[in-house]
């Protein structure tokens, strides 16, 4: 577990690669700091999990936000080496989360960079979001806000 509370004090030249464990706990430092998302996010109390496979380091990384009235209160961190048939074939919970969307690495740097949008990211054949269509368009706006301050967060790739 990450404390949402974490200060990252972080220079270019240390900049979190993109799905570390680092870059994790700069993200809930950046989710629960951004008034914008805060503001966007008010009222959101809900679980999603955020799946990236194949990332540089050889690994499939799962990242579980708890989040009460828009601040992270929890994170449940989970890494293995790719492909890691465990997490790829575990089955959506609907009881425990609200949504899960999974890519691989190269889809997540490209929506982190801007070069596609969550359009076209939704009809990917890369990208799968599991949960309930209504609950996930009805909070569109935290799911962009998440892209929108991940992809402000200094990180390498």
């Known amino acids: 577990m990450l404390s949402p509370t974490y200060t990252a004090d972080l220079s270019m030249s240390d900049a979190p ?3 570390t464990p680092e870059f994790v706990e700069a993200f809930v430092q950046a989710i629960n700091s951004d008034n914008e998302f805060q503001e966007t996010a008010s009222g959101f109390s809900n679980t999603i999990e955020l799946r990236c496979f194949d990332t540089p380091s050889g690994e499939d990384v799962a990242a579980a936000y708890t989040f009460d009235d828009g601040k992270i209160v929890d994170v449940d961190l989970w890494i293995d080496d790719a492909p890691s048939s465990d997490m790829r074939d575990e089955p959506f919970d609907k009881s425990v989360m609200m949504a899960r969307a ?28 599991d ?23 200094d990180k390498t790739y």
């Open 17 to 19: 690669r993109y799905w």
């Open 102 to 129: 999974s890519a691989p690495y190269d889809m997540w740097v490209k929506m982190d960079k801007g070069e596609i949008g969550a359009m076209q990211a939704l009809t990917s054949p890369d990208y799968n979001i």
């Open 131 to 153: 949960g309930s269509t209504i609950k996930i368009m009805s909070n569109m706006g935290v799911f962009r806000g998440l892209n929108e301050v991940a992809a402000k967060i």
